[in-house]
């Protein structure tokens, strides 16, 4: 896989965004996709995606994901960047999830009160990890 070069696209009806190969920073808004509007800040540093101004996804340094997929229970990815990522996705608010990096459990994990849930992924050389986060 390479860089979303266009910012965010749709792909085989799942959303891939985010290019971790930008130097600075490039934004794109009111991008639809399944009555929602989206909208992707990306350079080498972060990586942001919201829909209808509300707060999806976000990694520190910036990534590309592939793939994602979301309903009201679960998420599912492939992330992939330069160096292991910070992740934080948006989630049920105070809940607990179960995360799998490649198909391996890594544990359970609650939800703050804002329904934010943070995890590390080891993303060396620019490998790609697929995630899936699952409520339990």
Known sequence: MAAVKELIRIDDRTLCFGDY???????????PFEGDMYKVKT?????????????????VPGTS?????????NIEFTVEGPEDAQI?????ADTEYEIFLDG????????????????NAELENSAAVHVQIKKC
């Open 104 to 119: 391996a459990s890594t544990g359970r994990v609650r939800t703050n009160l804002g329904g934010k849930l943070s995890f």
């Open 43 to 59: 350079y080498k540093d972060i990586t942001k995606l919201e829909r209808n101004g509300m707060f999806v996804y976000e990694s």
């Open 65 to 73: 994901v592939f793939g994602l997929t979301q309903d009201k229970d």
């Open 21 to 31: 190969e930008l130097a600075e920073k490039a934004k794109l808004s009111d991008f």
């Open 88 to 92: 934080t996705v948006e989630m049920e």
